[in-house]
Structures are given as structure tokens and as C-alpha cells.
């Protein structure tokens, strides 16, 4: 299973950005909850959004209000439109899915796995 995100870059304090991630496989796949966590330098990777296969959705505090993270089950992508940013939400942004895996033989894998990570910087 590889995470596939994109959408990072440059804003100005109180700008927008959307950053979307894609879970592949080449079988069959299932994926659970999926979310967005971010790191910055010098500091511990912290959860940003989290979105269940129910759609129900948990955030951190510091973006509550600002961010929505939704998902398109169908496309297997999750998607976090981030408004109102501010410098303190510049990181290093990563995507996050539970998944399971069905394959022909009948094997059937569990695991979560992350994305590649993809750069916001927020300039003031």
C-alpha cells in the first residue's frame, strides 16, 4: 500500500491550502480511518485531523475551526482544505491510513502506513 500526497507550499498568513492523499494498491483495498499529522522542526510529529469510515472526524485544538479534513471513500483519498493559516502551521505535513489488504490467494493484510510527507510553509 503507498500514500500518495500533494498539495504543499508557500502561503501568506491568513491564506488557504488543500492537500489531498491517495492510498494504492495493486489488490483489492480497504481503508479504515485516515488522517493528517505534521511535524516541525525541532518539535514531535502532533495530529492535526483524523477522519473515521463512519466520516467522523477528530481535531487538534490549535486548528479547530480553520481546517476540515474529509475524505473520498470511493477514490480511497483523504483531503485537508486549511484556511485561516497562520506561521505556527508551518510543518511538514503527513497522511496516515489504516488499511487491509485482501489478496487473490486469500491472504488478508492489516497495517497502517504513511505518506511521504508534504511541506506547508506559512510566511507572515
Known amino acids: 500500500v503507498q500514500l500518495q500526497a500533494c498539495g504543499g507550499g508557500l502561503v501568506q498568513s491568513g491564506g488557504s491550502v488543500r492537500l489531498s492523499c491517495a492510498a494504492a494498491?495493486?489488490?483489492?483495498?480497504?481503508?479504515?480511518?485516515m488522517g493528517w499529522y505534521r511535524q516541525a522542526p525541532g518539535k514531535q510529529r502532533e495530529l492535526v485531523a483524523t477522519?473515521?469510515?463512519?466520516?467522523?472526524?477528530k481535531y487538534a485544538d490549535s486548528v479547530k475551526g480553520r481546517f476540515t479534513i474529509s475524505r473520498d471513500k470511493a477514490k480511497n483519498t483523504v483531503y485537508l482544505q486549511m484556511n485561516v493559516m497562520k506561521p505556527g502551521d508551518t510543518a511538514v505535513y503527513y497522511c496516515?491510513?489504516?488499511?487491509?489488504?485482501?489478496?487473490?490467494?486469500?491472504?488478508?493484510?492489516?497495517?497502517?502506513?504513511w505518506g511521504q510527507g508534504t511541506q506547508v510553509t506559512v510566511s507572515s
Open positions: 496516515n491510513a489504516h488499511y487491509v489488504e485482501f489478496f487473490p490467494s486469500g491472504q488478508v493484510v492489516a497495517g497502517r502506513e
Open positions: 477522519i473515521n469510515s463512519d466520516g467522523s472526524t
Open positions: 494498491s495493486g489488490s483489492t483495498l480497504r481503508i479504515d480511518d
